[in-house]
């Protein structure tokens, strides 16, 4: 009742879709009936030996068919599992022919009882239902042997009755992925015509479908999680194109920064759910102090390993480094005393710096650049552009960021600051050299009406929504966007650009902008850029400076640009790194002060 249950409704939902099928499905059923006759034909039996390890029977396109989940045939989009079934002939991808997990199969368990080593919770994977499965499985394949120990997954089709509904259409006649079928009737019957070997062989068939398709759930799952634009990938290695232990290896990130933060995610978790927090009250410490609130400062930086000394209540040199060394790796003046914001950060709970570090874990798993030789990298908690060619750091910049203050707007559905920076994705497609600077209205209200008379800004013809007339600034020294500007689609309208105020990236906070990053030695990276792009207006960019006129220079390759918001991360020699909350998107997080007191 189930299987009919749900087939009917697999019909039902993709009803129209059946229209677009009669060819076809004639097609399959003549190539049935016709490889029917032809085992009906023979009265050999193969031989053990001759028997192939992989999948031989057509018995399974039904089965597996029947133990779909619905949802795999909804969408406008083709369920990846569906497309790998059709490319591998309704046969399955980690059960023999024999009706045992395949090598295939092991690895991917090997691999999925150590999600956790990637922080990530084994709970979506349900490896004890799976574990449950196999042994139904195995208890299936003796009952099978006992009858018969020869048998395989063929011989439930030697004496099958012919039927032309055992196999699911083919997706090429199916525009939108949609699949409709009836597999009522279709099933095995065993060589020798017993109705109990009937129904083992109904039943091997039917436990190994719904393991093999939990097991493609598992792997598509983990796939999505490790690198959410390995589709392709993950056919080819359901199919067998690509060998399961490749593709796994390929999941993980070659990001340098990627294994030193899920050990740091473990560490983080593990004090959040086994220790006992100590946190520091009291009045200001530093060398000389002595009492119960030194004891707990040096209680805490040994909980996350920056203190390995006795606790003796009082505040030595050996405690004076050990707060030197968590400051410099919480972004704070490394000055050795225990002021509020040194205190702010003690006092963080292990759970949200867990949550910190979980997050950026993800977003490095997950990041649209993983797989580009050639990229731009942003962290805007960091105030830091790194420029990746071949897979390494090539330039370091200094960046100018969006102010944290500033009222919430709804950009594209999501609330935002109306000045900070929004993370993106994007590739940098041209360098503008002397800009124009294009004044928006909340700016130009911001300036007041006296630009309008201002000779540095010319009025245009156009005006903005507001009725206000458009202004944009003359290139020049003193032009805000500075001599280079960076261009990148986005729904932000947000840019990166020099700045004539230099002086600003002397600061250790700077959200300072209205939005855009401006760039520290933007004419080195512009170079460096037009260089890598093997760009003939790399020579020149002194003429077009002297010009003083805009100079719009195309990249013949453009290059992708990933703006981050990473609270933590780590720095070149593995070291994990806090660099703060600017914008306050971990609420109870410490704001990283300007002051230079700790």
Not at 24 to 51: D, G, H
Not at 117 to 128: A, H, I, N, R, V
Not at 181 to 203: A, F, H, V
Not at 348 to 359: E, F, L, R, S, T
């Amino acid at each position: 009742m189930k299987n009919k249950t749900g087939n009917t409704l697999k019909a039902l939902a993709l009803f129209t879709a059946t229209l677009v099928l009669g060819c076809n499905m004639s097609t399959l059923a003549a190539e049935k009936e016709s490889t029917i006759k032809i085992r009906q034909a023979s009265s050999v039996q193969p031989e053990p030996a001759q028997i192939a390890q992989k999948p031989t029977s057509t018995q399974w396109r039904s089965s597996i068919w029947e133990a779909l989940p619905l949802e795999f045939l909804q969408g406008s989009k083709p369920h990846p599992i569906l497309l790998a079934y059709e490319q591998n002939e309704w046969k399955p991808f980690f059960i023999n022919s024999r009706f045992e997990p395949t090598e295939a199969a092991l690895q991917l368990l090997q691999r999925l009882n150590k999600v956790h080593e990637d922080g990530l919770s084994s709970k979506p994977y349900q490896l004890e239902a799976i574990q449950r499965q196999m042994q139904q499985m195995e208890t299936l394949r003796i009952a099978l042997k006992s009858s018969d120990p020869n048998f395989h997954d063929a011989v439930a089709d030697l004496s099958r009755p012919a039927s032309h509904n055992d196999a699911p259409p083919s997706s090429a006649a199916l525009p939108n992925a949609k699949y409709a079928m009836n597999t009522q009737g279709d099933t095995p019957t065993g060589s020798g015509g017993s109705q109990d070997m009937d129904e083992k062989y109904r039943e091997a068939f039917r436990a190994s479908s719904e393991l093999d398709i939990r097991l493609a759930q598992d792997l598509v799952r983990f796939a999505q999680e490790m690198d959410p634009a390995s589709r392709e990938e993950q056919i080819k290695a359901l199919t067998g194109e690509i060998p399961i232990g490749s593709f796994l290896s390929s999941l993980e990130p070659t990001s340098p920064h990627y294994k030193p933060l899920v050990a740091a995610l473990i560490k983080y978790r593990q004090l959040s759910d086994k220790s006992e927090q100590v946190y520091v009250s009291g009045p200001a410490l530093k060398m000389g102090s002595t009492g119960e609130q030194v004891r707990n400062l040096q209680r805490r930086l040994q909980q996350e390993d920056f203190y390995s000394g006795k606790i003796s209540g009082v505040f030595d040199a050996a405690t004076q480094e050990a707060l030197k060394r968590f400051q410099q790796a919480h972004s704070l003046p490394a000055d050795g005393a225990m002021g509020q914001t040194t205190r702010d950060w003690l006092n963080m709970p292990y759970a949200k710096k867990a949550q910190m570090v979980a997050d950026v874990v993800k977003i490095v798993r997950q990041t649209p650049v993983r797989r580009a030789d050639k990229y731009i990298r942003i962290n805007i908690p960091q105030y830091l552009l790194e420029y990746y060619n071949e897979g390494k750091v090539q330039r370091v910049h200094r960046v100018i960021v969006g102010k944290s203050s500033g009222k919430k707007i709804n950009v594209n559905g999501k609330m935002v600051g109306e000045n900070q920076t929004p993370p993106l994705a994007s590739q940098i497609e041209r360098i503008i050299i002397n800009p124009r600077w294009y004044v928006t209205d909340r700016i130009r209200k911001e300036l007041g009406d006296s630009v309008v008379s201002d000779p540095k800004y010319v009025q245009m013809s156009s005006t903005f929504a507001s009725g206000t007339p458009r202004l944009y600034q003359l290139p020049g020294p003193t032009n805000p966007l500075g001599r280079f500007k960076f261009e990148f689609p986005n729904a932000y309208a947000v840019f990166l650009h020099d700045t004539p105020k230099r002086q600003l990236f002397s600061n250790p906070r700077r959200d300072f902008s209205h939005g855009c990053v401006r760039v520290e030695k933007a004419e080195e990276l512009a170079t460096r850029l037009l260089e890598d792009d093997n760009n003939p207006a790399v020579k020149r960019i002194e003429n077009f400076l002297a010009s003083n006129r805009p100079s719009h220079v195309q990249l013949s390759e453009s290059v992708p640009i990933v703006i981050d918001y990473l609270p933590v991360f780590t720095n070149g020699r593995g070291q994990l790194i806090f660099y703060g909350d600017p914008y306050g998107l971990y609420r109870e997080s410490p704001a990283v002060k300007e002051s230079k007191s700790s």
